[in-house]
Nanobody
Framework: QVQLVESGGGLVQPGGSLRVSCAAS????????MAWYRQAPGKQRELVTT???????NYADSVKGRFTISRDNTKNVVYLQMNSLKPEDTAVYYC????????????????WGQGTHVTVSS
């Protein structure tokens, strides 16, 4: 059993900061790439940022320079530090991870968290 659990969402004013976290737990052998997605009301889920096991990152143009993804491989946790938040950042943020489970050979598959709400409003 593998699960991802996000936390840290909430209400923040425009220009403010927030850090959300995602912890992977269960029968984990290895966690490969991790990512944050978000879905705003009435819109499709979009990729925000990715991070490799080694720490290489990519960001959507809309968040580059404001958001920072990081991970702690000893804890199987990925973070998203969000600075200079804008109202358009309001969304449910979802954690995604490619995980190799114990007893499943070396084949990874995608896991998703339940999402954490981030609302940017004054």
């Amino acid at each position: 059993q593998v699960q991802l659990v996000e936390s840290g969402g909430g209400l923040v004013q425009p220009g403010g900061s927030l850090r959300v976290s995602c912890a992977a737990s269960g029968s984990i052998f290895h966690v490969n790439n991790m990512a944050w997605y978000r879905q705003a009301p009435g819109k499709q889920r979009e990729l925000v940022t990715t991070i490799t096991h080694e720490g290489g990152t990519n960001y959507a143009d809309s968040v580059k320079g404001r958001f920072t993804i990081s991970r702690d491989n000893t804890k199987n946790v990925v973070y998203l530090q969000m600075n200079s938040l804008k109202p358009e950042d309001t969304a449910v943020y979802y954690c995604n991870a490619q995980i190799v489970s114990r007893g499943e050979g070396l084949r990874s598959r995608d896991y998703w968290g339940q999402g954490t709400h981030v609302t940017v409003s004054s």
